[in-house]
């Protein structure tokens, strides 16, 4: 079966999955190259087992809200792939949790784990539950709760959560705790642990960071730099605003970031201490508007920050917020780099649409990696028990990001995506990916 053939195949089965779908469309189109120069791979079929993931796992989540009424949730745990590793991925609590999301998100995992280098497999975990306007105790309970029924499927060696939209460090102790509790055993079943209890320094950081890594090699490959460049970010949360700070750090200029409820503007830019500032304010649960009081500003209610001019676009969200006026109105207010942050947050046609404009675009599988890289440094350093600085963890993110551009870069040359100069990010992320996981498949014969 062709590749063509095989995404009629998975177009026809998950017709209601979406976001499955066009991630699968997405690595599909852009690997032909490889699959024409590898007959094996049709012939063991490769392509059509990578679209099935290993199992699915489904739960119920029974938890009390604080005036002792019961509540349930639903929760998932995708194990899409352990060619290289332990299923390893994160965690989503949101309402907008389904299994088309999670189910793009695992596969996506799959090959952005395979870029790091690094030994992991893929999967991706959730739950529908709304963590907005829970106390501190509901969150507690309802970690308990999730973890009470996800503790049976996972361990370090087989299935490795972390955090992602909705969890982070408060809620990944929490389930760790639960894990300890029914399991005695104290090991590195879950990343993004606090720091000091098992979690690595930087993690927090990584994402972020990593992503604005990615994007200085990107820049770099232009012979250009960060130095006064205006760069617009979405999400207020973890990923954005520690790309933000690292922005900062190599002399760019932060000028926007947004929730879900809209965007806040700073024509001065952001510097570490509003940056501070906004942290504090979303681990609170308060809203960006009370910025303008405090630094000045403008926002811009019910709007994402595309219509803003700025040269560089790190849209770090959530899944298809970018559309195409969205693309649009990006490449007609100057922006020339864009580097995911989110999972996907460019819907095809605007991928299409900056690509085509020539924008030097990263997917999100390569831009984004730096936080599961840093996460598997976490797995190493809970499994020899020692723990590295700050300063040697950051090394090793900067060597993985640039190790992912340039591989990327140098798939991009080979199956002659590269046209002058303008480096096919895409296609080379994929076929890098794509490549490992399936020489490992041709490797183990027909299991996996
Ligand atoms: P957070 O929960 O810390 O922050 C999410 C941010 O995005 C918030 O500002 C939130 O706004 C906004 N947001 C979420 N959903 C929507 C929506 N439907 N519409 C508008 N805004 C929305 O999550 P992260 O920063 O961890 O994750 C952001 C993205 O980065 C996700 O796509 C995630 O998969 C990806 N990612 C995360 C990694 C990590 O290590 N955390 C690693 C790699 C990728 P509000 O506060 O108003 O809800
Ligand atoms: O999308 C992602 O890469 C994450 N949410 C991080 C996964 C992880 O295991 O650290």
Redesign the pocket.
């Known amino acids: 079966m062709s590749i063509s053939q095989a995404i009629e195949k998975v177009e026809a089965r998950y017709a209601h999955q979406p976001e499955f779908v066009q991630a699968v469309k997405e690595v599909a189109l852009t690997i032909a190259p490889l699959y024409d120069a590898h007959p094996e791979y049709q012939k063991m079929k490769i392509f059509e087992r990578l679209v099935e993931p290993d199992r699915i796992i489904s739960f119920r989540i029974n938890w009390e809200n604080d005036k002792g009424e019961v509540q349930v949730n639903r929760g998932w745990r995708v194990q899409f792939s352990n060619a290289l590793g332990p299923y390893k991925g ?1 965690v ?1 609590f ?1 309402p ?1 949790v389904n299994q088309s999301v999670l189910k793009f ?1 695992g596969f996506e995992q799959i090959f952005k784990n395979a870029l790091t280098g690094l030994p992991m497999g893929g999967g991706k975990g959730g739950s529908d539950f709304d963590p907005k306007g829970k106390t501190d105790s509901e969150i507690r309970r309802f970690c308990y709760a999730f973890m009470r029924e996800l503790h049976q499927y996972v361990s370090k060696d087989i299935d490795v959560p972390a ?4 969890v ?1 460090s408060r809620e990944v102790s929490y389930m760790f705790a639960m894990y300890k509790n029914l399991t005695h055993e104290y090991g590195g079943v879950l990343t993004g642990k606090g720091v000091g209890f098992g979690g690595s320094l930087m993690r927090t950081e990584a ?1 972020g960071y990593g992503a604005v890594y990615f994007l200085a090699n990107m820049l770099g490959a232009q012979s250009d730099s960060f130095k006064g460049k205006k760069v617009l970010l979405s ?6 605003l520690h790309a933000a700070e690292k922005v900062c750090m190599l002399g760019g200029i932060p000028i926007a970031v947004s ?3 809209g965007t806040l503007y700073d024509e001065n830019g952001l510097n570490q201490d509003k940056i501070d500032w906004l942290k504090k304010q ?1 681990a609170e649960s308060k809203p960006l508007t009370d910025y303008i009081a405090v630094y000045g500003g403008e926002w811009f209610a019910g709007k994402k920050p595309w219509h803003l001019k700025g040269d560089v676009a790190i849209p ?4 298809n ?1 970018v559309n195409i006026e969205d693309a649009k109105m990006m490449v007609e207010n100057g922006v020339k780099y864009i580097a995911e ?3 996907m947050p460019l819907d095809a046609d605007a991928v299409d649409y900056v690509r085509e404009h020539r924008v030097h675009y990263a997917p ?1 599988k390569a831009a ?1 990696a730096g ?2 890289a840093v996460s598997a440094l976490e797995m190493s350093q809970n499994s020899v028990r020692q723990y590295k600085t700050f300063e040697q963890i950051d090394e090793r993110l900067k060597t993985i990001m640039k190790n992912i551009h340039d591989s990327a870069a140098e798939a991009s040359d080979k199956y002659n995506q590269t046209d002058n100069n303008y480096i096919d990010y895409m296609a080379g992320a994929n076929i890098v990916g794509f490549k490992r996981v399936a020489d490992a498949l041709i490797a183990y014969g027909i299991l996996n």
């Open positions: 994160g989503r949101h907008t998100l955090g992602d939209i909705g982070g994402t999400g207020a949360g973890n990923v954005s929730d879900s409820k979303k770090s969200a959530t899944q917020e942050g989110a999972n999100g984004n936080g599961v």
